[in-house]
């Protein structure tokens, strides 16, 4: 299990890509401990390639999906600290793409620091964060409430 816990050492792609696949399979076996998941799949969702990143989400999204509790004790602290990398747009794109998970699940005291991290991306300095919040905007706010979207 500390293996999972840790940062793959390698860079290869192909690796990486299957490291993000492979997790949301592991999820079954590990006798629902799938919080040790997180860690490894948010250092995947802040890779610089696109495939490796958008895996990366839909493996994070099934092992939430699963497990929902996971959302508001894990996802959206996971979600936050990608969401104010600034060190690379990248991590901010997986967070536009979390969004909508991480809202549908969350506890309603932590729906309106989502709702303030979404308007923030949507202003974001880089073009393609704000293009990835744009594309996330209907799913967004799909799973908000009438009231959450007059606040």
Same mark, same amino acid.
């Given at each position: 299990?500390?293996?999972?816990?840790?940062?793959?050492?390698?860079?290869?792609?192909?690796?990486?890509?299957?490291?993000?696949?492979?997790?949301?399979?592991?999820?079954?076996?590990?006798?629902?401990?799938?919080?040790?998941?997180?860690a490894?799949?948010?250092?995947?969702?802040a890779?610089e390639?696109?495939?490796?990143?958008?895996?990366?989400?839909?493996?994070?999204?099934?092992?939430?999906?699963?497990?929902?509790?996971?959302?508001?004790?894990? %996802?959206?602290?996971?979600? *936050?600290? !990608?969401?104010?990398?600034?060190?690379?747009?990248?991590? &901010?794109?997986? =967070?536009?793409? $979390?969004?909508?998970?991480?809202?549908?699940?969350?506890?309603?005291?932590?729906?309106?620091? %989502?709702?303030?991290?979404? *308007?923030? !991306?949507?202003?974001?300095?880089?073009?393609?964060?704000? &293009?990835?919040? =744009?594309?996330? $905007?209907?799913?967004?706010?799909?799973?908000?409430?009438?009231?959450?979207?007059?606040?």
């Open positions: 299990v500390q293996v999972v816990q840790e940062e793959p050492l390698c860079n290869d792609d192909e690796l990486l890509y299957s490291m993000a696949k492979q997790y949301a399979v592991l999820s079954d076996y590990i006798g629902g401990r799938d919080d040790l998941l997180i490894p799949l948010e250092h995947l969702a890779q390639e696109t495939v490796i990143r958008d895996q990366a989400i839909l493996s994070l999204c099934k092992i939430i999906e699963k497990s929902p509790n996971l959302a508001s004790d894990q %996802l959206v602290h996971t979600l *936050n600290r !990608l969401a104010n990398r600034m060190d690379f747009f990248t991590a &901010r794109v997986s =967070a536009s793409a $979390l969004l909508p998970v991480a809202y549908r699940y969350a506890k309603e005291d932590q729906k309106a620091g %989502l709702r303030k991290a979404f *308007n923030t !991306l949507c202003a974001d300095e880089t073009p393609m964060v704000r &293009r990835a919040a =744009a594309h996330k $905007l209907r799913d967004f706010v799909s799973v908000c409430s009438k009231q959450d979207l007059l606040t």
